[in-house]
Antibody, heavy 118, light 111 residues
């Protein structure tokens, strides 16, 4: 079955750029919407943004100035870049699939903790 | 401050029914039948249990049901079981520009 796996550094320094990749296995990245969602320790979920397999994107307006989501269909991967990070960006970052474009997330990765600290 | 309002905690005994509320506005919950609910067990990723207000994904127990009235969506778990103890999050589409909003989550304790 289709699985998602996040990868990337677990520690990022303040003011630097957070970069994560989500690898889709067991299925094609084409014809779905792919999102990043984060969860600060002990807190709730926050949608960061999505990319469609065609490359079109939409972002959370509160993060839009710092976020870029890209896709590599040849490698079945999509990626997140978040610039100028602060301690407030410390969170578990999940990649997730919206399989139908109806704004719900039917498949999630296991998540990866990213800590922003010097 | 989450965009959707959920009570911080609820509790119930095995076998009971329990209902979670999720209050939004006319810009999100009230305008779209695009409310979804997620169950998050400790240390795990969220799992979709209801989508489009009241639809259940394949494999999710029929003890889970969803509804909506005005700006408030609800998730009901009937026949409460110990394994239902988790955090539950609601989510709604909020239109072009904002797109997706989550609630702050409700912690369910099974007594």
């Amino acid at each position: 079955q289709v699985q998602l796996q996040e990868s990337g550094p677990g520690l990022v320094k303040p003011s630097e750029t957070l970069s994560l990749t989500c690898t889709v296995s067991g299925g094609s990245i084409s014809s779905h919407y792919w999102s990043w969602i984060r969860q600060p320790p002990g807190k709730g979920l926050e949608w960061i943004g999505y990319i469609y397999y065609s490359g079109s994107t939409n972002y959370n307006p509160s993060l839009k100035s710092r976020v870029t989501i890209s896709i590599d269909t040849s490698n079945n991967q999509f990626s997140l870049r978040l610039t100028s990070v602060t301690a407030a960006d410390t969170a578990v970052y999940y990649c997730a699939r919206d399989g139908t474009g109806a704004w719900y997330f039917d498949l999630w990765g296991r998540g990866t903790l990213v800590t922003v600290s010097s | 401050q989450s965009a959707l309002t959920q009570p911080a905690s609820v509790s119930g005994s095995p076998g009971q029914s329990i209902t979670f509320s999720c209050t939004g506005t006319s810009s999100d919950v009230g305008s779209y039948n695009l409310v979804s609910w997620y169950q998050q067990l400790p240390g795990k990723a969220p799992k979709l249990v209801v989508y489009e207000v009241s639809q259940r994904p394949s494999g999710v127990s029929n003890r889970f049901s969803g509804s909506k009235s005005g700006n408030t969506a609800s998730l009901t778990i009937s026949g409460l079981q110990a394994e239902d103890e988790a955090d539950y999050y609601c989510c709604s589409y909020a239109g072009s520009g904002t797109y997706v909003v989550f609630g702050g989550g409700t912690k369910l304790t099974v007594l």
